[in-house]
């Protein structure tokens, strides 16, 4: 094997390394979980909790809740003071029986901004 050869296979591997290193930090805060979760009927609820693939910035970070259309009032959207990636969200009263959609707009710790919505339904 010539010496012109392996430096350009450790120059292929080093450069196929840096670039799955890129595409980790240039990753974007995806909605992993979520409680009520999506498509679920559930009693009860007195606030949301959402959890992202990676920490979000809580002042950029917005989140809108209807019910049957109707905006519902938000007393706080909060980060988890231990945990970065759970968003807490605080609706100012429980919520009351009916359809309810969830909107979320999250921007990552990174800067990167997502966004998506769910569905969920308050029972008696």
């Known amino acids: 094997m010539s010496a012109a050869f392996l430096k350009k296979v450790l120059n292929t591997a080093a450069l196929v390394t840096l670039m799955a290193g890129a595409s980790a930090a240039f990753a974007h805060a995806h909605l992993e979980q979520a409680t009520p979760a999506a498509d679920s009927s559930t009693a ?34 909060n ?17 009351s029986a009916g359809q309810y959609e969830v909107k979320w707009n999250a921007v990552s710790v990174d800067t990167h901004k997502s966004a998506g919505q769910y569905r969920f339904t308050v029972s008696n």
């Open 44 to 77: 009860d609820v007195k606030e949301l909790r959402l959890q992202f693939s990676e920490g979000v910035e809580q002042a950029f970070t917005k989140v809108a809740i209807s019910h049957d259309g109707a905006p519902v009032a938000l007393s706080s959207v």
């Open 79 to 95: 980060t988890e003071p231990s945990d970065k990636k759970v968003l807490i969200v605080t609706p100012q009263q429980p919520l």
